[in-house]
């Protein structure tokens, strides 16, 4: 239970968007989640990749960020595209 007294539901799938540093090219997407890479190379900067699209749950991006450090990818930023599900707010 977390402090606002709602239990989140973990095993829902939602959608997420997760940026690292580095270039990943479009091929990988087949080998992580068949998420949708896109690279942004800024000038003077190193790249950026942004891998987006649904998870089946928790367990599924944990072991996309553990690939993805394995790879050697610095995270930048995990963000969820859409609400996290409550017990209180499934039922609807």
Known sequence: MNRSGKD???DLPG???VHVQGYLRASWSSQLSDLAI???QPVNQ????????????QTELLSLLNALY????PLIKVERLDALP???NSSR
């Open 8 to 10: 989140f539901l973990f």
């Open 15 to 17: 959608r997420y968007r």
């Open 38 to 40: 896109t690279v942004q």
């Open 46 to 57: 190193q790249p950026v990749t942004t891998l987006t699209g649904e998870m089946r749950d």
């Open 70 to 73: 394995d790879m050697g990818c």
């Open 86 to 88: 409550t017990i209180e």
